[in-house]
């Protein structure tokens, strides 16, 4: 952890799990908390509802996008936002508070999280990765050909300040016609993966 922090990439481990993912600056982190369910509730079902507007905001910015794996990703998983088969958004999702199980009268929430990679140096993020994973020994090796970020794909300017504005003015009325709560917070922190 001191190494990766001298050079520039602290690490912090996120309360929803996974693998290493760069975050920070040049990637957007969109959380929803959605009560659990008691009626069949699945974490596919929850990352169904964490990736749809993302996909439904993609189209709207004129990408077609879907879910579904990435070999050679960083924190590969079913659930990977990808746009022309490259890995643009990764999920995680963590079921919290309540009493175990859907059936009980207090089930919890759970909490969905997604990091969009939008205009940070790609390249740089995944050689920060590949080198966390050697100084633990680990036997991992991500490709940064399998990722992309939103500017790229977009073939166009598009910063991380102009992603969340379009975000957000998109999901508003995207979330309230469903008649969802949306609050929003804004987070900043340097290069941390």
């Known amino acids: 952890m001191a190494t990766m922090a001298d050079e520039g990439w602290p690490i912090f481990v996120r309360s929803t799990g996974g693998t290493a993912v760069p975050h920070g600056i040049g990637m957007l982190n ?3 908390m959605f009560p659990r369910q008691h009626e069949k509730a699945t974490t596919d079902a929850y990352y169904r509802l964490l990736c749809q507007p993302l996909i439904d905001w ?3 910015l004129g990408l077609a996008a879907t879910t579904g794996e990435v070999p050679g990703s960083y924190c ?3 659930y ?3 746009i022309d088969g490259k890995k643009i958004v990764g999920t995680a999702q ?3 508070g309540g009493l175990a199980g859907t059936t009980s009268r ?3 929430y759970v909490l969905a999280h997604a990091c969009i990679a939008i205009d940070l140096d790609i390249t740089e993020a995944i050689s920060a990765i590949n080198r966390f994973y050697g100084y633990t020994g ?3 090796d991500v490709q940064p050909e399998a990722a992309s970020t939103l500017q790229e794909r977009m073939r166009r300017p598009f910063d991380s300040a102009q992603a969340k504005r379009s975000l957000i003015e998109f999901l508003e009325p995207y979330f309230t016609a469903q008649g969802i709560i ?3 917070q804004t987070a900043l922190a340097d290069r941390p993966l």
């Open 30 to 32: 969109f959380s929803v």
């Open 80 to 82: 990977n936002v990808q």
């Open 94 to 96: 963590a079921w919290r």
């Open 182 to 184: 949306v609050r929003c």
């Open 106 to 108: 207090h089930p919890g």
């Open 58 to 60: 993609f189209v709207h």
């Open 138 to 140: 680990a036997a991992v």
């Open 76 to 78: 590969d998983g079913g």
